[in-house]
């Protein structure tokens, strides 16, 4: 796992406990310091991955404005990047779970990995300081940034449309096929995705669910390239 990370504890209870998830303890009442599941790391986590993105893309593109920078920083660190990178880790391996989480599947979760993944972020911070973390965040997340912000193979639109639909208008999108062409074999749909009303994107696919990717790769873009919103 550290070898992984690129990145040796001095105290590896620190990475133990950014490991542990609250099903792995028996009640969260009785928990002992010791014991203690990955939330609190988590939450510390998530401010340092912030802190060190801010002050990345801050220094990298200095022509762009806030609006710009803040959604650059919203694929970064979305669940879905997160997830895909703790996944290309195999971190949901050396997560502790309860039996039953563990049948389930929690360990793939995406939103699973993506806290693990912050709580390790916070135990390095805590371990080793703000420079050692802000050097493997770098190296982990950021040093493929423009894979990350423009691969349409590797990119969830939907997924990070929904999560930056929902922060900044506390509603989830909304798809509607406008248009089905074509033979029972061979229908091409169009789809387009809104919100309060407003249409944010189009996309046509040989089943919806490539339509309304489009559709949202099509709204997410329009976002990301639009100066002054936020």
Known sequence: MQQALGYQFQNPQ???EALVHRSYLPTRENEEPEQRSNERMEFLGDSVL????????????????????????????SKQILSDHAKKHNIGSFIFLSDNAQKAGVSEVDS??????????????????????????????????GEIVYDDENVNYKSLLQEYIQALHK????????????????????????????????????????????????????????????
């Open 14 to 16: 620190l990475l133990v």
């Open 50 to 77: 912030s802190l060190v993105v801010n002050e990345f893309l801050y220094i990298k593109y200095p022509s762009k404005s806030e609006g710009e920078l803040t959604k650059m920083k919203s694929i970064i660190v």
């Open 112 to 145: 699973v990995l993506a806290d693990t993944l912050e709580a390790i972020f916070g135990a390095i911070f805590l371990d080793g300081g703000f420079e050692q973390a802000s050097r493997i965040i770098q190296d982990f997340l950021l040093s493929g940034l």
């Open 171 to 230: 509603i989830p999108p909304r798809y509607r096929v406008y248009s089905t062409q074509g033979p029972d074999h061979d229908k091409e749909f169009g789809v387009e995705v809104s919100v309060r009303g407003t249409i944010l994107g189009r996309g046509t696919g040989k089943t919806k669910k490539h339509a309304e990717q489009e559709a949202a790769r099509e709204a997410y873009r329009k976002l990301l390239n639009s100066p002054g919103s936020n």
